[in-house]
């Protein structure tokens, strides 16, 4: 999980999608009270994740306060061997294709142009979805390529601080060929930081739709000053902005079209996630995204029917953006 200490209290950005936390059912917006049955109250952010780590196969308690819970909720979750797929992908129908990051790693770019590559070899690529749910971040540079990766031109994301040396910009080159097809990226509140940056330069200039919920609002620039005796001060000198000018610390961004997952029904004997996703590994049946798991996502049902009537919708990316309540196609 990533985590982070917001208004004095330790809380989950959100669960990477496939880890233990993410298994037993802890979600973005998590407060966690107790590691161990141990308060995190005053509790360093290092302290906590020193208290959270621990031997593989070991079990550590998590004492979590969730809105809308009527009481704490005790989660006990048994450490692994974190491995992680950053970059999935498929096939939804002819010209429409999927693509989900769940955070930013060093190969992730690498990963998203293949994704491209091989959906464009199987159909003409008219409408993708890119998937940014529970996405907590990683690696900016990773952020910016992947945002290039859709942009022909313009800033993709800048930072400002008080001091001239901590303002960067960061722009976008020609990609001859990903403008052509319509987009809409799936946003929640466990969307963070690098994924921000990314959904609010398409947003900017119009290149997708936005869906989902408002993200968490994680957008500053920290430096590690060092001090005597080993120790070391980190002080946030600059925030990031969108390319409109909108900071995203503790902020976030909003949808333009707002929509709140909706759990499926659960059948018994069976337990359901928020949002959940499949994985690719190669060959026809796999690459094809199953009726079930589209049939389970009322946000991802959504998406696709926007790429499917995009002249309705296409007033989302013009003049002025509107949060605006959907109702989901059947």
Do not use: C
């Amino acid at each position: 999980i990533e985590i982070t200490i917001r208004k004095g209290i330790l809380t989950v950005v959100a669960p990477i999608e496939g880890t233990p936390a993410y298994k037993a059912g802890v979600q973005a917006g998590d407060r966690i009270i107790k590691v161990d049955g141990k308060t995190t109250k005053n509790m360093t952010l290092m302290d906590a994740v020193r208290a959270i780590r621990g031997p593989r196969g070991t079990p550590v308690v998590l004492t979590i306060l969730r809105k809308g819970a009527s009481k704490l909720l005790t989660i006990k979750v048994v450490r692994d061997t974190i491995a992680i797929q950053s970059v999935k992908y498929h096939l939804i129908s002819p010209g429409l294709g999927y693509i989900r990051v769940s955070t930013f790693q060093s190969r992730t770019t690498a990963d998203l142009r293949q994704a491209l590559k091989v959906l464009k070899s199987r159909t003409r690529l008219t409408g993708l979805i890119l998937d940014l749910r529970n996405n907590p971040g990683g690696l900016l540079n990773q952020a910016v390529s992947v945002a290039d990766q859709f942009l022909t031109s313009g800033i993709i994301v800048y930072t400002k601080g008080r001091i001239p040396s901590q303002n960067m910009t960061f722009t976008a080159r020609p990609h001859p060929g990903n403008g052509r097809f319509h987009m809409v990226v799936l946003i929640n509140g466990g969307s963070a930081s690098a994924s921000e940056i990314v959904a609010g330069a398409l947003q900017d200039h119009h290149r997708a739709i936005l869906l989902g919920t408002h993200t968490f609002g994680k957008g500053s620039v920290q430096t590690i000053i060092p001090l005597t005796n080993r120790a070391g001060l980190r002080l946030t000198t600059a925030l990031y902005y969108t390319p409109a000018g909108r900071t995203i610390h503790h902020k976030g961004l909003k949808p333009d079209v707002k929509l709140a997952f909706k759990r499926p029904k659960q059948v018994a004997g069976t337990t359901t996630r928020s949002p959940r996703t499949l994985s690719v590994r190669g060959g026809k049946a796999q690459l094809h995204m199953s009726r079930k798991r589209i049939k389970d996502d009322n946000q991802l049902r959504m998406a696709i029917h926007i790429l499917k009537h995009w002249a309705n919708y296409r007033r989302y990316l013009i003049g002025a953006r509107r949060i605006v309540p959907a109702k989901t196609p059947k």
